[in-house]
């Protein structure tokens, strides 16, 4: 029995996105952002969105086309202080700005993705961080309640991917990426290779295909992608 070949247009894979949809965006700065992805979302053009990526992006690129979209209502992120235009639009409250340490933010994803509703951490006791955070008592510690963080959709970047969805992530790109298309409902990966069934060394996935909903290639990455070079 062939395996399902997962393979999609650009249009076809963004244009499940509706409006108040919870997107995760994989990368770190430039390596790993699905900036095809991001584009055709800002063309597909859905209003009130929930973003979740670990930055902001750099004004002018990736995330920062989708707020100056104006698509986005709710950005969960660790910083925004590159992207001048985020800082902006939280200080005239146009967005709303959750801000996650860095490490949670990941173990929050990482969490959903196993199944589980949440974990117990002491980062953040005493700051802004912890404010309206549940706390429990363990061992005569006081520790917060971190919940699990999920989302309808995963858009992700990989090097290499086969027809089925398994995915390979190149150096940096291995970042947020594989704990995102854990966590949400339906994964869409943009790949600047796609290969038949087979072609890629089992040891060298990343992420498996079951975790993988669609897939578009990209062939020649655009200027935007220019930092990275391999």
Avoid at 118 to 135: C, N, P
Avoid at 151 to 161: G, S
Wanted: glycine share 10%.
């Amino acid at each position: 029995m062939p395996l399902l070949d997962k393979s999609t247009s650009l249009t076809e894979a963004i244009a499940q996105i509706r409006d108040g949809a919870r997107i995760m965006i994989g990368g770190f700065g430039v390596p790993g952002t699905p900036f095809t992805l991001i584009e055709e979302l800002v063309r597909h053009g859905p209003k009130g969105l929930t973003i979740i990526k670990n930055d902001a992006n750099e004004p002018g690129m990736g995330v920062d086309w989708l707020l100056s979209a104006g698509m986005v209502r709710r950005l969960i992120t660790s910083h925004v202080g590159l992207n001048a235009n985020a800082v902006r639009m939280m200080n005239a409250g146009e967005i709303e700005v959750e801000f996650v340490a860095q490490g949670i933010l990941a173990e929050r994803i990482r969490t959903a993705g196993a199944g589980l509703k949440g974990f117990v951490s002491d980062i953040g006791i005493g700051t802004l961080l912890a404010e309206g955070k549940q706390r429990v008592e363990m061992d005569g510690e006081t520790y917060l309640i971190e919940p699990a963080l999920e989302a309808d959709f995963a858009l992700v970047h990989a090097a290499r991917a086969d027809t089925f969805g398994n995915l390979v992530y190149e150096a940096t790109a291995r970042n947020f990426n594989p704990l995102m298309a854990m966590a949400a409902n339906c994964t869409i990966a943009e790949a600047e290779r796609i290969v038949p069934v087979g072609g890629l060394t089992p040891d060298a996935v990343h992420t498996p295909a079951p975790f993988v909903d669609h897939l578009v290639e990209l062939g020649q990455l655009t200027e935007v992608y220019g930092v990275v070079k391999r």
